[in-house]
């Protein structure tokens, strides 16, 4: 049965229609919460919220965009909204572009390239990189850099104009560079 179908007869109420489509994304979306969260606890939540969400809103999905897209909304919603309550986590911020970028930490590129990109050791600076964005830029920068999303989806999702969305997007990538540079400077 195609997804279209499913949507059709989940909105009509049908518990296996809607049984299959949550079969069909719970990887996608939790993948995309433990992403967005950071924690394996609160990406869970996350997820049963967002299914939760589908099942009491289904009915408003006007099948505009994909079931995915409303998807990716919703999860980004809920997490942006759980990092917000739990403001106890001291996301850095990435508002001030002077903060941002320090000349004097960036690290000689010509030195690590294909070396340490397939690192295990940077595959963790990345992760601890990534964690310390604002949630509102690691939503963005995980639909665009790692979900492969285009800026237009990734707009719709987040609810921002492209502007902004590309605004966040370069902030968050000077933000993991300036990071990068930080630790690999001392590597």
């Known amino acids: 049965m195609e997804e279209k179908e499913l949507i059709e007869k989940a909105q009509k109420g049908d518990r ?4 299959e489509l949550v079969k069909m994304y719970e990887q996608t979306v939790y993948n995309f919460s433990f992403k967005i969260c950071r924690n394996k606890e609160r990406a869970e939540h996350t997820m049963q919220e967002t299914f939760l969400s589908m099942v009491k809103n289904l009915h408003q999905f006007s099948g505009d965009s994909k079931l995915s897209t409303w998807l990716y909304r919703v999860v980004a919603n809920h997490c942006l909204m759980l990092a917000r309550s739990e403001s106890k986590y001291g996301f850095t911020s990435i508002d001030d572009d002077e903060a ?8 000689d590129w010509k030195v690590t390239p294909e070396h340490v990109t397939e690192n295990n050791e940077l595959k963790k600076i990345l992760d601890e990189a990534i964690q310390k964005l604002a ?41 993991l560079r300036n990071e990068l540079n930080k630790r690999l400077a001392y590597e």
Do not use: C, Q, W
């Open 16 to 19: 296996k229609a809607l049984t």
């Open 135 to 175: 949630p509102e830029y690691r939503v963005v920068f995980m639909l665009r850099d790692v979900e492969g999303l285009s800026t237009e989806e990734t707009a719709k999702i987040v609810e921002l104009s492209i502007p902004a969305v590309k605004s966040r997007l370069h902030r968050a990538r000077a933000f």
């Open 100 to 107: 941002l970028i320090d000349e004097k930490n960036l690290a």
